[in-house]
């Protein structure tokens, strides 16, 4: 019967109250004591019963801290033992879930606040970011489209379909959403965020450095504004800007992996492999189901010649979910393999994804370079170069490709171009000593020799 009481819409438990109460408060003073007695005790009663369900939520609402989700999960499930239909404690149950990173259970709310309130914006908004960390995006673009059809301008659902669009290489559409989000209001962070990489990726990039003049004078740290300025500095090769951004990141922040990941590839670039790969491990133990970490991982492994580890981590992020990959990392792996014919098959793949991606036309031009089509690795690495002109990789395609013909000069001098813009990138170092000891100059030969044998020492210290 309490359970019933508890279960009535609040507007009827209110008016039940209201409707004893009220006339109790006008005639009691006029009764006497042995005729109180009964409505009196009968308002005691009713009085913590009609208002407990909203307690019960304010409770859990306003427990929330990084300490106090246990006891949120402890409100919400006696909450949920007496109105197992409240659809408002199913969402602070699931909230509480998300932040003790315990996502399948989350979603296991969510999808229950679903069926109980399909009506409601926030109920889909849920599912689909829960479907998002799971690395589901199939389902998160479904559960987020549904959402803005009950909320078209609501910048939090706005925010996810950006990410969702991201993620599964639309950039445009990510762009368009990003494009009706308040600058000044909810959710302007992470469009920021979201565009700025938008446009790293599609090489504008004094699109994304006139983002960089948008944000705050002073980033806090952990923030998403943190985030966008990591990403840029790294695409301008200022790798140790970076790592110095990374290291304000807190450990508990709910998204330190996206910190930990770009401090893995700036280590990875400074050739601290070591460094990298305890990043790597890091962001992987806090988002096991994300396939960037074991991506990150692969190139490390790559790079140390542990060619088979690094394949198996490639292949490791197509059992992870739904999410498309580029097979980026898994052309490099081949790559460093000598897998030409499956590298060309990755970089095809690639190339859908980020078709103004100067490191994915480096690497396509390699892989062309390796099966002897000169003319067009030659192409390849000349878009590459056009795209970033910042990016070591494009000048070392062409320089190979230049090497392939005997042209040993212009490999030579495309080489000094990609150490002027990276100098931290060890292989170009490599391959200008083999071109300048091909070309007879003994002396700069032996001098780039050493300067990789010393970088690859430094990334192979403590790394194995």
């Not at 009691?28 to 208002?51: H, I, Y």
């Not at 559960?143 to 909320?151: I, Y």
Request: glycine residues 4%; charged residues 25%.
């Amino acid at each position: 019967m309490i359970k019933s009481f508890l279960n009535l819409p609040f507007w009827v438990r209110y008016a039940l109250y209201f409707s004893l109460g009220c006339p109790y408060a006008y005639f009691g003073p006029n009764m006497d004591l042995a005729s109180r007695v009964l409505p009196a005790v009968t308002l005691a009663v009713l009085l913590p019963l009609s208002f407990y369900p909203e307690l019960l939520r304010l409770l859990a609402r306003h427990s929330r801290s990084p300490n106090d989700d246990n006891l949120v999960e402890i409100i919400c499930n006696h909450s949920l033992d007496l109105m197992p239909g409240d659809c408002s404690i199913l969402l602070d149950h699931h909230d509480a879930l998300m932040a003790m990173k315990r996502y399948e259970e989350a979603k296991t709310y969510s999808d229950w606040a679903v069926r109980i309130a399909p009506k409601l914006w926030g109920t889909w908004y849920r599912s689909a970011v829960v479907a998002m960390w799971l690395n589901d995006y199939e389902s998160a673009a479904i559960n987020v489209e549904k959402a803005l059809e009950l909320a078209p301008s609501n910048s939090y659902g706005l925010v996810v379909r950006a990410a969702v669009r991201e993620s599964n290489g639309d950039l445009q559409g990510c762009l368009e959403d990003c494009a009706r989000i308040d600058p000044k209001g909810k959710g302007a962070a992470q469009m920021r965020m979201l565009s700025s990489r938008v446009h790293i990726r599609s090489a504008n990039f004094q699109a994304a450095k006139d983002i960089m003049g948008k944000l705050p004078k002073r980033i806090k740290a952990g923030s998403d504004d943190a985030v966008t300025l990591a990403y840029f500095r790294f695409c301008q090769n200022q790798f140790s800007e970076v790592l110095t951004i990374c290291a304000q990141e807190p450990d508990d922040h709910s998204a330190a992996y996206w910190f930990l990941d770009i401090q893995a590839s700036s280590y990875r670039r400074l050739n601290e492999g070591a460094l990298a790969l305890k990043s790597i491990s890091r962001s992987i133990a806090m988002r096991p189901e994300r396939t960037d970490g074991y991506e990150e991982k692969a190139l490390v492994l790559a790079d140390a010649g542990l060619l088979n580890q690094a394949l198996v981590g490639c292949k490791r992020t197509e059992v992870l979910g739904k999410k498309k990959t580029s097979r980026t990392a898994e052309a490099y792996v081949r790559f460093r393999r000598g897998e030409f014919e499956e590298m060309l098959e990755c970089t095809q793949v690639a190339i859908t994804f980020l078709p103004k991606s100067a490191y994915v036309r480096a690497l396509h031009s390699l892989a062309l370079a390796g099966l002897e089509r000169v003319d067009e690795a030659m192409e390849e690495a000349i878009k590459a170069t056009e795209l970033h002109s910042l990016e070591a990789l494009g000048w070392y395609a062409l320089a190979d490709a230049h090497l392939k013909q005997d042209q040993l000069e212009q490999a030579i001098k495309c080489l000094d171009t990609g150490l002027e813009a990276d100098p931290h990138y060890r292989f170009s170092y490599q391959l200008r000593a083999e071109a300048h000891r091909r070309a007879g100059h003994k002396v700069e030969a032996d001098s780039d020799q050493s300067k990789f044998d010393q970088l690859q020492l430094q990334f192979m210290a403590d790394l194995l």
